[in-house]
């Protein structure tokens, strides 16, 4: 990409969409994750847009993964929520799958609250438990920033130090406490996919450090952080890592115990929203 293209790929990206949200404009982003696409049916007087009607955004070709926007209200709050995010593993770049986090914090997003389906290291996880990340370790080997264009959106070097908002972090574990959901903090650790891990992999993550392993959110929240965005991750757990208590992950797996976690998740996400934390007035932290 040439200086300056990605900027005016945003622009005529964020002109089109405000051509279909008309005076609506969102506060919190949301990227729902594999199997948990069906919160997006409980936004209230939902605007939908294809991305395949985006200019230069990339499509969803996952399963389960819709691949459209939907605007509009959920528990008070003005969102904009991804149905079906963007992978590395379907051969997108790093600033292809970042695309769409820049393009809602254009529309006005100042909070990305990204979700996902994972795998547990942590032994004290199980399947069905929720953990809101407290820290990422990407492992990806890939970052949207490096990219001339996108260094030239802000500036190149910026911490990722607290880029899980602790405020945030907090608000959903006593969201999930009251609601007698079980969750937990832990370390995500993020790869391109779309190969599952091997025990090895597994067992060098946890000496890493990492509680989570999945395909997704590292690039979105690099990319978010960079445009001065606040960010929650949630992960549902949908199995544990590969070789853990003798696990051998499958992408059905995923999706059957998504499924019998589709309402804890809604309610989940609607406390959090609902909490007071994205009351208006409140501007981005940088
Ligand atoms: N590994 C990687 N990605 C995943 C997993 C996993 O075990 N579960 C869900 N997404």
Known sequence: MTQNMLASHLDEAAAII????GSFRPRVALVLGSGLNPLAEEIEG???IPYADVPHMKTSTAEGHVGRFVAGALSGVRVIAMQGRLHGYEGYSAVEVAFPVWLMRRLGATTLV????AGGIDESLSPGDFCVMSDHINLTGRNPIANADAAGMAER???MTGAYDPVLRAVA?????????????GV???????????PAEIRAFRALGADTVAMSVCEEVIAARHSGMRVLGISLVSNMAAGIEGASPTGAEVMDVAKTRESQFSTLIRGILGSGAFADGEGPRA
């Open 173 to 185: 574990l006593d969201v999930a406490a009251r609601a007698g959901i079980a969750a937990r903090e």
């Open 114 to 117: 990204t979700t996902n389906a």
């Open 157 to 159: 070097f910026f911490s």
């Open 46 to 48: 939902p605007i939908r």
């Open 18 to 21: 405000r051509g279909r949200l």
């Open 188 to 198: 995500y650790l993020g790869l391109l996919g779309p190969s599952f891990e091997t």
